[in-house]
């Protein structure tokens, strides 16, 4: 499956961005999709993650960004979405999407993904 990551951009803290991952190649209802970051000189770290079809479209979501993102996806447009509010100076980043077909248990873990996409950047000025 191919993915396509594009919404980033630069805002000032406490605004808004809503990221969008497009996939392709593969039913996307197979796929637990999850969103990653990374910012310069640290490890790529998990953000949220939306279940695949039947699992009742279970989510879950890094401490850190808990009551302010919200993940959601559309099985009709094949695209994953990452709502991101109350933005702050730490959330800077380049922000990645991926599928995985791994037990949900495991979903915060980047090594269980199979496919990512190329990244957008978000910057958020102080």
């Known amino acids: 499956v191919q993915l396509q990551a594009y919404g980033g951009g630069l805002v000032q803290a406490g605004g808004s961005l809503r990221l969008s991952c497009a996939a392709s190649?593969?039913?996307?209802?197979?796929?637990?999709m999850g969103w990653f970051r990374q910012a310069p000189g640290k490890e790529r770290e998990f953000v949220a993650a939306?279940?695949?079809?039947?699992?009742?479209?279970?989510?879950r979501y890094a401490d850190s960004v808990k009551g302010r993102f919200s993940i959601s996806r559309d099985t009709a447009k094949s695209t994953v979405y990452l709502q991101m509010n109350d933005l702050k100076p730490e959330d800077t980043a380049v922000y990645y999407c991926?599928?995985?077909?791994?037990?949900?248990?495991?979903?915060?873990?980047?090594?269980?993904?199979?496919?990512w996409g190329q990244g957008t950047q978000v910057t958020v000025s102080s």
């Open positions: 190649g593969r039913p996307f209802s197979n796929f637990h």
């Open positions: 991926a599928v995985t077909q791994i037990v949900w248990a495991y979903v915060d873990e980047s090594q269980r993904y199979t496919n």
């Open positions: 939306i279940a695949r079809s039947g699992y009742g479209r279970s989510t």
